[in-house]
């Protein structure tokens, strides 16, 4: 059997791509703990099914994806714990932030995402794992975050996946004078039933991978469900915060000179909606498709003052 496929079988990948990443690290495999192991050349090899398999860089391998690995780093930098924490992952997909999360300690973890029927079955059928799909963050709010079959009042199934409609909404330039401030949102959650409002800030970590829209389309749904003190933690990929033009060939990001401008787009986003940002890094790990990518650490003003 091809050792991408085997690896996968064993429970060793996930995906194909992760155990072609798994491959590149280094797999080796041996028929008898007499004989000597074999190292596996390339993604396509035969081993035999009775194989013994060694992974030589278990690193691909503990999280069912590498977004694990990328928010392991950010949590490591940052300093932030995420033992006992209740933690909202947007835009969960196979679920590697919320492995994360739960290999850290974290009490429970509710995962987000617009698609459906992506979570990796170990994540799925955890305990601590609460997941609601087909909900385009954007336009989420607390009563989203009640788990449903995926049927409307009529029985009949429902999409609520964004469109590339959303990414005509992003201009060149962010102006923080067009996105909601703190001081709006207050007033609209002032006319939202009390348990409503309860309801929404409930988490004391908000962590969130996206792609193929703007987190400033994002985060003003977002706040709302952070606690007062609660930290927000959320992968930048310049490439979906730029216009087309500032893209090249693969979707990679052409001048270098384009991440400060993302950078001081996001931190105005941010205190727009009355967050500080405590920290702006490289995420530990490059994109798939080798595209830099950053993290931000925000938080509260009010809570941000206690530390």
Known sequence: MRIDQLLCERGWASSRSQAQRLIAAGVQWRLDANLPWKRVAKNGDDVPLAAEIELLDVAESRYVSRGGLKLEGA??????????????????????FTDCLLQHGAAHVVGVDVGYGQVHQRIREDER??????????????ADLIPSDGEDEDGDDYDRSFDDDDMDDMDDDFDASDAPTAANSADDDAEDEPAESEAAAQFDLVTGDLSFISLTLVLPA?????????????????????QPAQIGKHGLVKDPASYPVVEQRLRDCCASLGLVVLAWFDSPITGGDGNREFFIHARHASGAATI
């Open 75 to 96: 949590l490591r930098l940052t300093g932030l714990s995420a033992t006992g924490l209740h933690c909202l992952d947007v835009g969960q997909s196979t679920g590697g």
């Open 129 to 142: 794992v609460t997941c609601i799909e087909r909900v385009n963050a954007r336009e989420m709010v607390a």
């Open 222 to 242: 977002l706040v709302p469900m952070l606690k007062p003190e609660g930290d927000l933690l959320m992968l930048v990929k310049p490439q979906f915060e730029l």
